[in-house]
């Protein structure tokens, strides 16, 4: 099983940032996860935000269209933590915001693993 906390969400200004973390845990968690974050508005689908993996010697990231430019995925292996960086941030980027883990990158999009969930209000 795998655990996963978010932590660092809030209420942010339009224009602002925001910066998610997500720390996992659990005897089958290994660093060779991937690691993503989707978000969810009430009444909606949840959407997938990003996604990142260590493949080899390398990092390799996935962004949906509408925050590329904008946000930034990162992993700290040895804490077991991925991040969520978010700029200039928009009044629709309000929601739900959800770490996710997947046992193999090609399963990015639909994780075995979820978090509880943090909320982040930008106000405008």
């Known amino acids: 099983q795998v655990q996963l906390v978010e932590s660092g969400g809030g209420l942010v200004q339009a224009g602002g940032s925001v910066r998610l973390s997500c720390g996992a845990s659990?005897?089958?968690?290994?660093?060779?996860?991937?690691m993503a974050w989707f978000r969810q508005v009430p009444g909606k689908e949840r959407e997938f935000v990003a996604a990142i993996a260590a493949i080899s010697w390398n990092y390799i990231t996935d962004y949906a269209d509408s925050v590329k430019g904008r946000c930034t995925i990162s992993r700290d292996n040895a804490k077991n933590t991925a991040y969520l960086q978010m700029n200039s941030l928009k009044p629709e980027d309000t929601a739900v915001y959800y770490c996710?883990?997947?046992?193999?990158?090609?399963?990015?999009?639909?994780?075995?693993?979820w978090g509880q969930g943090t909320q982040v209000t930008v106000s405008s």
């Open positions: 996710a883990a997947a046992k193999y990158y090609r399963d990015r999009r639909v994780p075995e693993y």
């Open positions: 659990g005897r089958t968690f290994s660093s060779t996860y991937a």
